[in-house]
């Protein structure tokens, strides 16, 4: 079956120069997230720890294994492997363990994209899905069909975003596995459900899935032949239940980047609802382009200004220049220098310029998000960080933010102006990472509504060289990555990964620190009895003094 990186193109002088500067194959990388919200030990209990320890690191390997064993697994193959596989575990929230809507119904969102403009689509989303056993594998195949038949792409004909029973009849079509919606149920999202329903009353008229048998188990297996940790009867109710996205970004040897998501939304969220995961540029995003190897970021290219009649001259010409991309009216206008072009326009991608073609790198990034998806919505946050590496430059062309924007109280990490040396590190801290611009986007509501809150991953390729990068601005994220040595990480919370050693010695400092609080209680409690019981022996006292003859007879009692 072809792939966007195998699909026809055009043999272009910039094509061939792209290749030629591939010649050398990259070293894959991957990384994936598995949510990110309210993470701490008092909701995340140390089995619950290792059980995501253990899907994350065996989804990993057997995601790193397919690239390297298989030197023809794309970078859409790979990260569609990965997520299909988080889809099917319950401890995330994606396909199996997926949450409900109000009117107790499970609606799937799904999102492929790559980076190669050759790929006819580019990417492709898919929402309101409840009979596709693996929402991602179905984007990819409304992905990798526009590749295939670019005029119908299998009935789907150009159109990169479908949702509900018509895509659920091409996923039928096509040969995907279907199922009944009773195949995503599990007793935690139940629980869950039906707990947050006590808040409000359901506006919908769809019917909740009241017929869910109360012994109805799913049985799937990790890549390792293990069983997952599915519904257990034995739930407390207490335990952290992930909100966010699934996701995986991978980059292959040929330097191409995709990136891979899949969610079920928001718990109880109103049916119809779209969040960012099927969103374009707002959960996930991935392009590549070429750029000087020395100075990164594509820039506007004007002479130095020498006199205002200069300056304004140039001014003008760069507005012309913008207007008139062909330049048939450059004559027109007088040359401020002599034998000196005025303005020169940014060069594209696609642009054929015989100056600058040797000189040229390919640079690709890619990027996946998760957590309050409506914030991601609003500053369609990964785009948003995308266009700040390619296009910012130095001193920074954004203002900053309004006064009026900023929230009461923010992180004193915040930075309301983006990175002047940017690189997709120091962008997706900007935007994902503690004070940056999502959580910004709360203002006063941060920490009250979960507005805001979440994280990203991503992978940008530079001079040939993959790097991993990620920024969360809550509690914690689940992410594994494999670093450019081929040694495997994984990580909770911020700065490190958890090796075992010390989420031991964490979870033994909690339970310490439980102990010392269920003793201070204990304490205050005695303590409490004891005043009382001086109180009531006091006061019988006084009652008993009252009575007493005149003979001034102290009680025996008094204390």
């Not at 059980?51 to 298989?70: A, D, F």
């Not at 009979?131 to 984007?139: D, F, G, Q, T, Y």
């Not at 359901?202 to 188990?217: G, K, L, V």
Request: aromatic share 6%; charged share 25%; net charge negative.
């Amino acid at each position: 079956m072809p792939t966007p990186s195998h699909s026809l193109r055009d043999s272009s002088a910039s094509d061939l120069m792209a290749s030629e500067k591939q010649s050398k194959l990259v070293t894959p990388r991957i990384i994936l997230h598995g949510g990110a919200g309210n993470l701490t030990p008092t909701n995340l209990p140390p089995h619950l720890v290792q059980q995501h320890k253990h899907s994350l690191l065996s989804i990993l390997r057997s995601t790193n294994h397919l690239l390297q064993s298989k030197h023809d697994t794309t970078a859409v193959d790979a990260a569609c492997h990965a997520v299909s596989l988080l889809e099917l575990d319950p401890l995330f929230n994606s396909g199996v363990g997926a949450v409900f809507t109000q009117a107790g119904t499970i609606e799937l969102e799904a999102s492929v994209i790559v980076s190669d403009p050759r790929s006819v689509k580019r990417g492709a989303c898919v929402s309101h899905i409840k009979h596709v056993k693996s929402p991602v594998n179905l984007a990819r195949e409304l992905l990798l069909k526009g590749d295939e038949d670019p005029k119908h792409g299998g009935g789907a004909q150009s159109h990169v975003h479908l949702s509900g029973k018509p895509v659920e009849s091409l996923a039928q079509k096509w040969g995907l596995e279907m199922c009944d919606v009773e195949y995503f149920w599990t007793r935690k999202r139940w629980e869950e459900h039906r707990r947050g329903m006590k808040d409000f009353e359901s506006e919908s008229d769809a019917t909740p899935i009241e017929s869910f048998e109360e012994d109805h188990y799913v049985t799937s297996h990790r890549p390792d032949g293990t069983v997952w940790a599915s519904n257990d009867p034995t739930w407390d109710g207490k335990e952290y239940l992930p909100q966010g996205t699934v996701g995986c970004v991978v980059l292959d040897r040929e330097g191409n980047i995709a990136v891979a998501t899949s969610t079920g939304g928001v718990t109880n969220k109103l049916p119809g609802r779209v969040g960012d995961t099927p969103s374009f540029g707002c959960g996930f995003w991935a392009e590549e382009w070429l750029a000087e190897p020395e100075d990164t970021t594509l820039r506007l290219i004007a002479p130095p200004k020498t006199s205002p009649w200069e300056s304004m001259m140039d001014n003008v010409s760069r507005v012309v220049g913008e207007l008139d991309p062909f330049g048939f009216t450059e004559s027109c206008l007088p040359s401020t220098r002599p034998g000196q072009q005025p303005y020169k326009r940014l060069m594209h991608d696609e642009d054929d310029d015989p100056d600058h073609d040797k000189s040229l790198e390919k640079r690709a990034l890619g990027i996946s998000g998760t957590g309050n998806g409506d914030s991601f919505l609003k500053l369609c946050a990964a785009h948003t960080a995308s266009s700040l590496v390619r296009f910012a430059s130095s001193p920074s062309p954004f203002p900053p933010m309004h006064p009026s924007t900023l929230p009461i109280s923010s992180s004193p990490r915040s930075s309301t102006l983006p990175p002047t040396q940017p690189t997709l590190a120091s962008a997706l801290n900007w935007m994902a990472g503690p004070g940056g611009q999502l959580q910004q986007s709360a203002r006063d509501r941060w920490n009250r509504t979960g507005e805001g809150q979440g994280g990203m991953i991503g992978i940008e390729l530079v001079d040939g060289v993959g790097h991993v990068n990620y920024a969360f601005n809550c509690a914690g994220m689940f992410r594994a990555f494999v670093d450019n040595r081929g040694r495997e990480h994984w990580g909770v919370w911020e700065d490190h990964e958890v090796s075992d050693e010390e989420q031991r010695e964490g979870m033994e400092c909690f339970r310490l620190s439980r102990e010392v609080g269920r003793i201070k209680e204990e304490a205050l409690s005695c303590a409490g009895t004891e005043l009382r019981t001086r109180s009531e022996a006091g006061a019988e006292a006084e009652a008993e003094a009252a009575t007493a003859p005149e003979s001034g007879r102290i009680p025996s009692n008094l204390p």
